[in-house]
């Protein structure tokens, strides 16, 4: 598994964790009472899961295992997929921590850091997205 | 395919299709429950992509060691139980609490939160070890 992937996989399971334990302290308030400014946690359980998680766990593993290009530069130029991770985690913090920010544009900016490590993904990888080399091969098509 | 993905795999596929039925209960004029909403994203977020993941993952990860490729056997069967229990507590009492409110149902909903965080704890414990290079 390449370092970067590593890197994202990581990242993605301490996401799972603080997102898991933001959404189970919610539930438990639901059922029991216990502290109703729990609810200021949501945005950032939202936003741990699914992108935190979620994403950047199918960004490491894609990473991983798509095609690679030969033995010079396997996985293309890693640095726009570095940049990706660097981005997306700013991003992904700095949403969290909006409701405790007085920053108006914070919310802007994360999102921002967020779509432009996306595409920094998509154009790192993009050429790694090609059919089977060996076409006559029964299956691979 | 191990035994606990195919179960963790057919039990996300239960997962999708009770969120997608959920959904459509929605939908339904006059049939909308209160505490429904929170339960068809669970069940799609929790019950069928992370599940689908959890499974996934647990067999297709670096192997954890040559006894135990998979790391320990009762470890994935604890993931699968906590999180399946968790998420059925959940289904069943969220809109339960959500119309009529008890301290039995409370505890049910506490008791899912534990399970569904004790399912991604042990899920990171499986899996963190087996990240890593050749």
Known sequence: ?141 | MPTLTRSFVKASLISLVLGLLAGIWQQIPGAAIAGLFPVYLHLLTFGWLTQLIFGIAIWMFPTYSKAHPRGPEWLGWGIFATLNVGLGLRVIFEPLQAISPSNFGGWMLVIAALLQWLAGLGFVANVWTRIRGR
């Not at chain 1, 992937?5 to 438990?28: C, E, K, Q, W």
């Open chain 1, 1 to 141: 598994m390449p370092r970067l992937s590593r890197f994202f996989i990581r990242a993605s399971l301490l996401y799972l964790v603080l997102g898991f334990t933001f959404g189970a302290l919610i539930l438990a308030n639901k059922g029991i009472l216990f502290a109703p400014l729990i609810w200021v946690l949501l945005p950032a359980h939202i936003e741990f899961v699914i992108l935190g998680w979620l994403t950047q766990l199918a960004l490491g593993v894609s990473f991983w295992i798509l095609p690679r290009l030969g033995s010079q530069a396997p996985r293309g130029d890693e640095r726009w997929s570095w940049a990706t991770f660097v981005l997306v985690n700013f991003g992904i913090l700095a949403s969290a921590l909006s409701p405790w920010i007085n920053f108006p544009w914070l919310v802007l900016l994360a999102r921002a850091l967020q779509a432009v490590g996306f595409l920094a993904f998509a154009a790192g990888n993009w050429q790694r997205i090609y059919p089977p080399k060996f076409q006559n091969i029964k299956g691979l098509n």
